[in-house]
């Protein structure tokens, strides 16, 4: 099942902005952008990583990069793929 991001997730994301200048705010953003479409795959997946389960509705098959354009900047992600290519 999904895991839960903890206060240490969000604290090392901070860490890593932090020093950035401008470019922070970008960064924490892109940083939690990742997190949040590595869960929403293991969401979709019903399952974690390496796990066996009956559930398991697939597998995780690499990533595609993708630039996405926001009031912050183009920030550039690796969205994760499915082999059947329904996520």
Request: with cysteine; charged share 35%; net charge positive.
């Amino acid at each position: 099942m999904a895991r839960r991001m903890d206060d240490k997730d969000v604290l090392g994301i901070w860490q890593e902005a932090t020093g950035q200048g401008d470019g922070g705010l970008r960064k924490v953003m892109g940083s939690a952008i990742q997190r949040i479409l590595e869960e929403e795959l293991r969401s979709f997946l019903n399952a974690e990583s390496h796990e066996r389960t009956q559930d398991r509705r697939g597998y995780c098959n690499g990533y595609k990069p993708r630039a996405l354009m926001t009031r912050l900047g183009r920030m550039e992600q690796v969205v994760p793929k499915n082999r059947e290519g329904r996520f």
